[in-house]
């Protein structure tokens, strides 16, 4: 093997290796910074201190799933450019080796035709003592021109196939490493607001958490009263599709389950990662991210959204649960809490999508 295509292996090989250095399980699901210990600060007075705070921490953990959105985004791109750069690593490997064949057969000719004396044909016919024999011969070193010439082309081809899967491969790799510190500023970004939401809750007194929690559950039922009385229940009464069932068996099957910015299952997620995992168990591939569940998937008014069918949350589409039927969502809802079921609407729908849009 020549030093030319050794070092090119070697290339090859470290582009794949840096790659899956990029994409090693566990470095993308890094846990945020641990949360301090309580301490026993003052006393915030009862009420409206701690109604500030409830409205603080949902701030707090709607910027972080935004953050995680973002995180998810890039990871995606990541991945599908990393199965590009090692695509492209695996061809140049390949042609380089199609080519040393090329270039071996190349040479095989030339030192044919130098062991033939390379005379002219009409010097060939001065020496024959046969002209059929000439003619024969004649023919196939006509045979052989052209034979040689498309080799040559080959070659050359191939060369300039080398040089754009180099170029290819340059430009992917810089868009990988771009994508990689999105993907790291995402990261750095919600870890920031999920130790800033711990740490404000963490100064809380025990009564004072508790109060908290009552808070957040009195909120939620005025939510889903609201939307409730609008009346639109009475206009929901769509039927689950076979794989819509299916959809919703798998993610009611992980009600308890801890959430997990950037997880997928099968024993954390994040909001994203339940909806399109469930989808996936069900036969039907989705975008990962909430944002490109929203632009990509099929819009349902939601007075027609049926069991299975997507809700999309908040303006910016940063969160998105699934409609299991009655008025009702699973879904996983931030850092701290578990996948659960929760009222539609708890929160401002955005709107609905249906993942299985071929389906009656």
């Known amino acids: 093997m020549g030093t030319g295509k050794r070092g090119l292996i070697a290339t090859a090989v470290a582009v794949v290796c840096a790659v899956t250095v990029l994409a090693v399980p566990g470095t993308a699901f890094a846990s945020p910074t641990p949360s301090p210990t309580p301490s026993a600060g003052p006393a915030l007075t009862p009420g409206k201190d701690l109604e500030a705070v409830r409205k603080k921490l949902d701030e707090l953990y709607r910027a972080a799933g935004r953050a995680t959105e973002e995180y998810n985004a890039a990871e995606e791109k990541a991945d599908k450019q990393s199965a590009e750069v090692v695509e492209l690593a695996e061809k140049i490997v390949k042609g380089q080796e199609k080519l040393r064949k090329l270039k071996d057969r190349a040479g095989a000719a030339a030192a044919a035709q130098y062991r033939g004396g390379g ?212 879904h996983a809802p931030r850092p701290g809490r578990t996948v659960t079921i929760a009222g539609a609407g708890t929160m401002p729908i955005l709107g609905v999508v249906r993942p299985d849009v071929g389906a009656n």
């Open 119 to 330: 005379l002219p044909p009409e010097a060939h016919l001065a020496l024959s003592d046969d002209p059929q024999d000439f003619l024969d011969g004649a023919g196939r070193v006509r045979q052989g021109h052209h034979a040689t010439k498309g080799l040559l082309g080959e070659v050359t081809r191939t060369q300039e196939d080398l040089e754009q899967y180099a170029k290819d491969a340059s430009a992917q790799w810089t868009k990988l490493e771009a994508g990689r510190k999105a993907k790291a500023a995402a990261q750095k970004k919600l870890e920031k607001q999920i130790a800033q939401a711990e740490k404000l809750e963490s100064a809380l007194r025990k009564e004072e958490q508790e109060r908290l929690a009552e808070l957040e559950k009195e909120a939620a039922n005025k939510a889903q009263t609201a939307w409730l009385d609008s009346g639109i229940l009475d206009e929901i009464d769509g039927k689950a599709s076979e794989q819509g069932k299916k959809a919703v068996e798998y993610a009611t099957a992980q009600i308890g389950k801890p959430y997990q910015w950037g997880a997928e299952g099968p024993e954390t997620y994040d909001c994203s990662g339940l909806t399109s995992q469930a989808w996936i168990s069900a036969g039907r591939g989705i975008p990962r991210t909430s944002q490109e569940q929203w632009k990509q998937l099929r819009h349902i008014d939601v007075q027609d959204m049926r069991p299975g069918d997507l809700v999309i949350y908040f303006g910016d589409a940063s969160h998105v649960a699934m409609y299991i039927g009655d008025g009702a969502i699973v």
